[in-house]
């Protein structure tokens, strides 16, 4: 270790401690009466605001008013518990609880409070404070919703697409591949951000077990993802109040880019987490229990979170006089930003009909529901086409895949009424019987293994084949093999048609080259077979 | 002690007013700080007073003995209510209640200071004088002594506080510099 002379250490000090004025302000205080469970009983604090932030001791523990009574102040407590006690004097701060964000986030993991927790050092670059409460845009600041979001999974883009500025819901029992939906959206969004036009992508995870985000976190990192991604974390051992905050955290992270004039994605794995925790917190507090014991503002957690999902007029005057713009980024503001949200729900024993399901359900605008049963059949993504809908997306859907999949949900949902009935019967008249093959066909394509997120010219080339029914002659268990192949083909001999494919390009010649693709593709696999 | 505020706050209120219409407001005030003080120095009182074990005979015998010369008959018959309800163990909170109601209609302002070291009367002199300026009330001054403040002092005037402690300035430069 080489010496240090005192004469350095002094230099260093002074220039740490530049810019450094202690000054002694009138602070507000009040009187710890109860400390517990994470939440802390405060005497005094008359003229705290609800939802400010407290500074509860000297080592940076905080709290957040939550609920103001007549003779004391009901606060969560961000931290550890145990650093309180009763009879500790705890300050006001003046200041709604907020997290510092900026490009330096990107690839990092950070917890509810922004700061990092995977050991890389402290953020970089500069850092603006967004509220982690803020009101959502008001109506004449949006736009519909009219710009694709491509998730790269056949079935989604194609029957149920997600626009950006969405909210879309995932729902699902446990080991549906919830999650594995999220992380194939955020491995696509990476074409984006090679072009130049990235799509930040956040994914909150929610008292979840800290082995399954890390293991988020490696695949991410595996597929490259990790560039314009940023991941909060409130782990199932973290107290309750960081696990209801983190979603918070993430539209905070969401909002700096969509006001900046950048398109984010945000998921949060998931609410029913969170919304246990809250009513844990609002049990302590208190609060009235309603059904199922949450209490009677937990429509109101997710609606509020949610609304903040939107696309901003592409205006910059009109996107700079939005409503509630922190001040930290006013001089960035931007239009033509968008937050997409994508909430997921677990639901026990597929029963949507409970609570926070049917909560979700009617604040978002459509969901994709996976099931079971599906899965075990092996249909992964597992994904029930009859009951999920997106209600806004058809406005965003690439012009050429809405041609292609048009009919493709209605194929599939006809398919699927066929089939019950045809298990009876054995004669079939032909028609049936072509509405079965293709049908059984279609299933067969919209398999798609994880991490394998597709292209869209490749999804409208493959889906082509399905439901213009060139595939009728090929045995099933060649299917995948046929994506393959004409991926293939059309990648080597016609790299112009997938180019005008990606523009968002169709007309007869397109199709007809498909179509003689396919016929090829398939004479090559049946010659094998042979 | 303030587990129940809003009861503490009410009992106090009703002893205010009666004390007030026999005036003997002055006397109660006094009481009550003997009161207070006799359960803030012994714990055992109150924990004595909460066990369901003991009679409430012997819980009334004690406290007539306790009290029976030193407080005005008002206030005896007052804490002879109080333990026939089965609220003795909230006397000390009520006590400190009455005594924040008194200041309150008196407009008179507490106020401590907490330093590491203790003052030498010509400071307690010159601080008492600076605390009444931030005032314009009458003012109950309290010192207390709390080395770990390092150095520098607390002035704590209700719920308003001005913190020139070294301790303070300290976490305030580990906050700076991030560490």
Redesign the interface.
């Known amino acids: 270790m080489s010496e240090l002379k005192p004469s350095e250490i002094s230099a260093i000090l002074r220039q740490e401690m530049a810019g450094f004025h202690p000054e002694t302000e009138l602070e507000e205080t009040g009187t710890v009466l109860q400390v517990g469970d994470g939440i802390a009983r405060i005497y005094g604090l008359s003229n705290a605001w609800a939802g400010e932030m407290i500074a509860c001791n000297d080592n940076g523990l905080t709290g957040i008013v939550l609920n103001l009574e007549e003779d004391n102040a009901g606060i969560v407590l961000l931290g550890d518990c145990r650093r309180l006690r009763e009879g500790d004097i705890v300050k006001r701060t003046g200041r709604i609880v907020s997290i510092g964000v900026g490009e330096g986030l990107l690839g990092r993991v950070v917890n509810t409070l922004g700061r990092p927790i995977d050991e890389k050092g402290p953020v970089e670059g500069d850092l603006y404070q967004m509220p982690l409460e803020r009101k959502a845009p008001g109506v004449i600041y949006r736009q519909p919703v009219n710009e694709p979001l491509q998730t790269g999974i056949k079935a989604i883009d194609a029957m149920i697409p997600i626009g950006r500025g969405q909210r879309e819901l995932i729902i699902g029992d446990r080991q549906t591949g919830k999650t594995g939906i999220a992380i194939d959206a955020i491995i696509n969004q990476r074409e984006n951000y090679e072009k130049g036009e990235p799509v930040y992508c956040i994914y909150v995870a929610i008292g979840q077990k800290g082995s399954t985000v890390a293991g988020v976190v490696e695949k991410l990192q595996q597929y490259g993802a990790m560039d314009y991604t940023v991941v909060v974390s409130a782990t199932a051992s973290e107290p309750a109040s960081m696990q209801f905050f983190a979603p918070f955290t993430g539209a905070a992270i969401g909002e700096f880019f969509r006001d900046t004039g950048r398109h984010a994605l945000v998921f949060f794995d998931d609410l029913t987490k969170q919304a246990i925790s809250y009513r844990e917190v609002s049990l302590l507090l208190r609060r009235p229990p309603g059904r199922e014991a949450f209490p009677g503002d937990v429509f109101y957690l997710h609606s509020r979170l949610l609304e903040r999902a939107a696309k901003i007029l592409a205006s910059d005057d009109m996107a700079a006089r939005m409503n509630d713009i922190p001040d930290s980024i006013k001089h960035k503001v931007k239009g033509g930003g968008s937050l997409t949200a994508i909430p997921i729900v677990e639901t026990q024993a597929g029963d949507v009909s409970a609570y926070i399901p049917t909560n979700v359900i009617s604040i978002t605008d459509g969901q994709i529901f996976l099931e079971s049963n599906l899965f075990h059949a092996g249909v992964r993504p597992a994904i029930n086409v009859g009951v999920s809908v997106s209600r806004v997306g058809g406005n965003a859907q690439m012009k050429n895949m809405k041609k292609v999949a048009g009919t493709l949900k209605i194929d599939q949902a006809q398919y699927r009424e066929l089939e019950a009935f045809a298990r009876f019967g054995s004669d079939l008249d032909p028609d049936t019987q072509y509405v079965l093959d293709k049908g059984v066909r279609n299933m067969e394509l919209l398999k798609q293994p994880q991490y394998k997120p597709l292209p869209a010219e490749e999804q409208i080339v493959i889906l082509y084949c399905g439901t213009k029914g060139l595939l009728m002659d090929l045995p099933l268990k060649k299917i995948k093999q046929f994506e393959q192949e004409i991926i293939r083909y059309m990648r080597e001999k016609k790299p112009d048609v997938m180019d005008q494919l990606k523009q968002d390009v169709i007309n007869g010649d397109i199709m007809e080259t498909i179509e003689s693709a396919a016929k090829d593709t398939i004479q090559l696999l049946l010659d094998q077979v042979q | 002690m ?2 129940n ?2 009861l503490n ?1 009410r009992y106090a209120k009703a002893l205010l007013t009666l004390a007030g219409e026999n005036n003997v407001l002055e006397r109660s005030y006094a009481d009550m700080k003997t009161i207070h003080r006799v359960f803030a120095q012994n714990k055992e009182l109150s924990v004595l007073l909460k066990s369901p074990v003991i009679r409430l005979s012997k819980k009334q015998n004690i406290i007539n003995r306790l009290f029976d010369r030193s407080i005005h008959p008002l206030m005896q018959n007052y804490v002879r209510i109080i333990l026939r309800k089965q609220r003795g163990f909230m006397l000390e909170g009520i006590a400190l209640a009455y005594l924040d109601e008194y200041k309150k209609l008196h407009g008179i302002e507490k106020i401590l200071l907490i330093t590491a070291f203790p003052m030498d009367d010509q400071i307690r002199q010159q601080a008492v004088v600076a605390a009444k300026r931030l005032t314009d009330c009458e003012v109950e001054f309290e010192h207390k002594i709390n080395p770990d403040i390092i150095g520098g002092f607390i002035l ?1 005037l209700g ?6 402690s070294v ?3 300290l ?3 580990r ?4 560490l």
């Open positions: 303030q587990q505020i809003v706050k704590r719920e308003k506080q001005y913190n020139a301790k303070h300035r976490s305030l430069l906050t700076h510099m991030n």
